[in-house]
């Protein structure tokens, strides 16, 4: 099989650190801890486990962190290298094991990528796991399985940006009838932002903010308005293309990242009601603003910006890989008794008087065509071996007007 390798060395780590800001390709081009190579086809780790053809893979946000090193140090003990990327899958059955269950040879599905607990063999599980809370697994760096929270980051099963992969039935989610491949792919950053926004109940008069201009951020669009909330919703993003796709989406309005604080500042007063005032030094201060927020970024600018704008007594939501974030003041949170939650993943939901797992509610929802159809965040699509250009579509989101970035691996990779 082919597989686009993520392969940690630390002379390359540190020549990469040192002055790939000048020269980006280091991340990535020859030389860099990624390639395109020849492995051996993974064996399956148990008879009830199945093989799969990837078919569309997508390229995430953490994959890009990851290339450019700009994870916490946190999550190393949690990753094991080298692996095969990709953790955003479409993929089609191809071999079933003795004993597997539950899927079909031929089907169509979207791959759920935690690897907890029950996946690693690992008894009695941890609580969360025995909770069915796998999201909040214990137990990833454990067990008879390498470390790693999540296919893609982990050495012994190959992630979807190869030509196979290895899953057990219970990760795996069958496409509905009616929905394509391009919504397909997208279940996955769907489910993460469905996730986040069923952690907050919202009420049709509350004004939500959506900080962000990529596939989370869009998912979040999405998801409101999937599930019928009929909230305010506003997106603050970098550039135009993204503001008319927001609109697309269900946004009721959308504006520009403003170079200027007190600009920025004065434009959210204006659109909620908030009123600033300036303190003698630093940036503006607010009173109001929005009922929710969610941070779609996760950096040091947008982390201030939520919770400068979230009015007092408000909820954050931090959706996805916020990390070491430097001279962010916490004033607010205290002062405004904020409530900040972090959403990562994926886990139980109690949707509609029913408990089901995320990715099952979004395809329910797909299939239902329940909200704006998410298929048009899927901008580019590249074959493997062009893995460089599809990096560069996501580095440079402005000059290609990108979003979604997707391998598409039913041709020559």
Not at 357 to 381: N, Q, Y
Request: neutral net charge; contains cysteine.
């Amino acid at each position: 099989m082919k597989g686009l390798v993520f392969d940690l060395s630390i002379p390359r780590y540190v020549l990469a650190k040192g002055v790939g800001g000048m020269y980006p390709k280091l991340h990535y081009g020859r030389g860099s801890c990624l390639s395109l190579r020849e492995l051996a086809s993974p064996t399956l780790p148990g008879p009830d486990w199945v093989r799969l053809r990837p078919l569309l893979t997508g390229l995430c946000g953490s994959d890009m962190g990851t290339i450019f090193f700009k994870m916490s140090p946190q999550m190393e003990p949690f990753n094991s290298f080298p692996a095969v990327l990709g953790h955003e899958v479409l993929a089609e059955v191809t071999e079933l094991g003795p004993q597997a269950r539950g899927v079909e040879v031929g089907q169509k599905v979207a791959v759920n990528p935690l690897l907890p607990c029950r996946l690693r063999g690992i008894q009695p599980p941890c609580k969360a796991c025995a909770a069915g809370q796998e999201n909040g697994c214990e137990h990833t760096a454990e067990g008879c399985l390498a470390p790693g929270h999540l296919l893609g980051y982990q050495k012994d099963l190959p992630g979807g940006m190869g030509t196979e992969m290895v899953a057990h039935p219970t990760q795996l989610h069958p496409l509905p009838e009616g929905v394509g491949d391009k919504a397909g792919v997208l279940v996955e950053p769907l489910a993460v932002s469905l996730h986040a926004v069923l952690k907050v109940p919202l009420r049709d008069e509350d004004k939500v903010l959506v900080i962000g201009g990529g596939p989370v951020a869009f998912a979040c669009l999405w998801a409101l308005r999937a599930l019928g909330s009929r909230c305010h919703v506003t997106l603050l993003a970098a550039e135009e293309y993204q503001l008319r796709l927001a609109k697309q989406l269900g946004a009721d309005e959308a504006f520009r990242v403003m170079r200027d604080d007190t600009a920025e500042a004065e434009e959210v007063a204006r659109r909620t009601g908030a009123k600033v005032y300036r303190p003698i030094l630093g940036p503006p201060a607010l009173t109001g603003g929005y009922e929710v927020t969610f941070d779609c970024i996760g950096s040091a600018v947008s982390v201030q910006d939520a919770l400068r704008y979230t009015r007092s007594l408000g909820k954050v939501v931090l959706v996805g890989a916020a990390g070491i974030l430097e001279r962010v003041d916490w004033t607010t949170v205290w002062r405004n008794e904020l409530t900040l939650l972090g959403s990562y993943v994926y886990g139980p939901e109690s949707f509609r008087g029913v408990r089901q797992h995320t990715f099952d509610v979004v395809l329910e929802l797909l299939a239902r065509r329940d909200g704006p159809d998410p298929s048009m965040l899927v901008t580019h699509t590249f074959p493997l071996a062009r893995y460089q250009e599809a990096i560069e579509a996501n580095l440079f989101r402005a000059r290609h007007q990108s979003v979604k970035t997707v391998f598409d691996l039913t041709v020559n990779p």
